[in-house]
């Protein structure tokens, strides 16, 4: 048996020697010409067409290659970072170059031709075949390692690690999908590793992305044509791959404060009154609300047939202005829909021919086809007639008293590969495909940075791609089933999504598709909603979305969880603000603690707390992941405390799912409002869990008008920043506040709550000078409050 197992070990080695050698001989027929270097970049040239590097950072290169005969394109939709000033050095060693940033190093060796990435002296990946055309085909290939796993590729739902799958880089509705969807509406070309660099292949045109779906070690992108260009993007932990991507591509701006309150929505209202009675009845429930959201009633009585009217049917809705002016009063905004097709059924059917803003035939006449909706048109993107005449339906409906857009259908959701877009009808609707809906976020985007420059736009959007976040974009994750197989999927296409830059994805809370009626699985879907970037419930009409319409357990359970909601509005609007500037999203995974890359059921909400949902029908226990990277976790409700690095069965109930804090977090809340329009962070309730384990610690609160575009960089904010200290003789709180240049800052009152304190302090001092605080026994809770004070200052020290 001994000498049997040798043979095997014997044979295996071999076997990987030869693959390792293939693997080496990939490029045999790519031969090395000449090497030119210029100011910001790397010219190599090949016996088949020559290869462009060019550094953006220190941690993010590009590259491109170009074959014999076509011509360099250097148009990127994706890319916004200009690659200048970064230091680079070119040596040559033994038969190969290295092209190197501080950070990421270019290997070029030269026979057999290939190109390899470090980052910071560890390798990374490298071309396999690197560029091929097969038929009407061309990919770019590259060789993984065996235990690498593979994240991204847009939305999808098929598990967190995506190694072995074969993705179509198409954007396309699934309808009524449940536990598992291989292809959704955002379909991003890149490819995350867990040897932390990501490589975004900077090309929108529709094709393929295999994730070594031959199980030979094979990364793959394939696609009809266009650039064949690619960013390798690196960084020491995956915060830093994130930041470094969305440097190059564009960070989200702050959407409006009342983004994160909760919107009452459904398939859909049909009449003023209606939409009147809804708002009002939120409002006698005592559940919060911030916004309304119209569904295609608002331009049509029914739902065929009228796609394209783009104006307010005055039959069932007689006054819109000052029904939005109404709402507005009692802090309820109004979205509504658009889509960009238009039925030549509809009443602009004319207008938008006359215009020239709809993509054409073969023949240059505008586009015509059918779909469920009716026989239609699509509104040309791409050239400006089509966008002049988009963007002023929205001026003009803007002007009325609309405070937000919801974009849909916008992948576009029938698309045939005949129309033609351009002015010329240059460009085939399978080159623009994967972007329209990024173009139609950029169209209010830049309409508002125009006409309307110090507003935050609210662009919901159901397709996009990778950058559209620097548009302000809130992706959805599409028409989910009602069922319980439609929740388990969610979390997984949010933090995935999330790591792609695009950190607002949400899901329509409580489930979209099929008249189900499971108040269980609504009340759960609510309590995960919590803990996602957006709290919108939207649903078909047969079985409401608005808790104000469910039964009584389940209308207190959901009343129960909006508030919670609300009282994180400090919190979640620091972390919406640290995603404007670093890119980090809201939701991660504990892959970014150290945690299982393959575990999407346990998350982080922005740094502090660890959620669990309960994703499955009369749940009693829940298996949660506490990652290492805190010795302790607190219960968010009960205080206790639970060891990290470890996994643990948690009793469940109804009333909550499992939610955890990190020993040492210092966690800003308020008070509940009614909406957002009634927040104010003049009193502020901070929470500090503490343990010696937890020796330093941070966080923060940031604070705006809530509206205003680039508050920030404008000056009119105000960031205090905590800190903390802790060792088993006590602990020592500092608050220390920035206040922007434009801004006046108020006096604050700062409610402070110390958790996990198990015996009554000896000395509790602030700036130096005893204070009062009360300690409970019970609750093991230690609280007091600093007197109101502006732009404060202060230390508190504890000796226990």
Known sequence: MPANISLMKLIQLAVLALCSQAALAQNADRQ????????????????????????????????????????????????????????????????????????????????????????????????KRGYRREGKMEALEFALDGDEALYGAGARAVGMNRRGHRFQLYNRAHYGYEARSTLLNFTI????????????????QTGYLDFDSKKDGTLSYETIGGRKTYQVVAGEQ???????????????????????????????????????????????????????????YWFGKTVQGTMGNLAWDKD?????????????????????????????????????????????????????????????????LYRPEGRDWFWNIYKELKAGGVAGWWGDLGEPEVHPASLRHGSK??????????????DWARLIAEGYQKEFPQERPFILMRAGYSGSQRFGMIPWSGDVQRSWGGLQSQMEIALQMGMQGLAYMHSDLGGFASPMLDDELYVRWLQYGVFQPVFRPHAQEEVPSEPVFRAERAKSLAREAIRLRYAML????????????????LMRPILFEGGDGGVASTYLWGRDFLVAPVTEPGAQRKEVNFPASSKVWFDFHSGAAHKGGINEVV??????????????????????????????????????????????????????????????????????????????????????????????????????????????????ALDGKPVAARWDARTRTLELTLPARAAMKAKLSVVL
Request: glycine share 8%; hydrophobic share 40%; charged share 20%.
């Open 316 to 380: 069932s809705f007689p006054n819109p202005k000052g029904m939005m002016a109404d709402l507005a009063a009692k802090g309820v905004k109004t979205v509504i829909i658009t889509e960009p097709f238009v039925l030549t059924t509809s009443s602009r059917w004319q207008e938008a021919v006359a215009k020239k803003a709809l993509a054409s035939d073969a023949t240059g006449a505008p586009g015509r086809y059918d779909f469920y909706f009716g026989n239609t048109g699509l509104i040309d």
């Open 425 to 438: 009808g240059e460009l085939g609707a399978d080159e623009v495909h994967n972007i329209y809906g990024h």
């Open 570 to 585: 400090p919190y979640n609007y620091s972390a919406a603000f640290d995603n404007s500037q670093s890119g980090l999203p």
């Open 189 to 204: 070309p890149m490819a995350l590793s867990s040897k932390k660099y990501a490589i975004h292949f900077d090309n929108p």
């Open 32 to 127: 090395f010409i000449s090497a030119a270097r210029s100011a910001n970049s790397l010219e190599i040239g090949t016996n088949d067409g020559k290869y462009i590097i060019k550094p953006y950072s220190a941690a993010v290169v590009e590259t491109t290659f170009i074959p014999n005969g076509e011509q360099f394109d250097p148009a990127s939709h994706a890319v916004v970072l200009a690659p200048t000033g970064v230091a680079t050095t070119l040596r040559e060693e033994g038969g190969a170059l290295e092209y190197a940033t501080p950070g990421l190093t270019v290997r070029i060796e030269k026979k057999p031709f290939r190109i390899s990435y470090a980052y910071k002296g560890k390798p990374l990946v490298a071309e």
């Open 651 to 764: 009793q469940v109930v109804p009333e909550r799912i499992p939610v955890f804090v990190r020993a040492g977090a210092l966690v800003p809340m308020a008070k509940v409002v009614q909406s957002t329009r009634d927040y104010s962070a003049k009193q502020i309730d901070l929470h500090y869990y503490y343990d010696a384990s937890a020796a330093a610690s941070s966080g923060k609160l940031y604070d705006d008008d809530g509206a205003s575009a680039d508050a920030h960089a404008q000056g009119k904010y105000e960031l205090a920043r905590f800190s903390a200290a802790a060792s088993a003789a006590g602990f020592a709180i500092g608050i220390d506040t920035e206040v922007g240049k434009a801004w006046q800052p108020v006096a604050r009152t700062y409610a402070l709550k110390v958790h996990n304190v198990a015996s009554r302090p000896r000395s509790v």
């Open 238 to 296: 995956w915060e830093d791959v994130v930041a470094n991507y969305t440097s190059l591509t564009g960070r989200q701006p702050l959407p409006p404060r009342w983004t994160f309150g909760n919107f009452a929505s459904r398939f859909g209202y049909r009449t003023e009154a209606e939409t009147r009675a809804v708002v009002d009845k939120f409002i006698a429930e005592k559940i919060p609300v911030d916004a309304v959201v119209l569904d295609l």
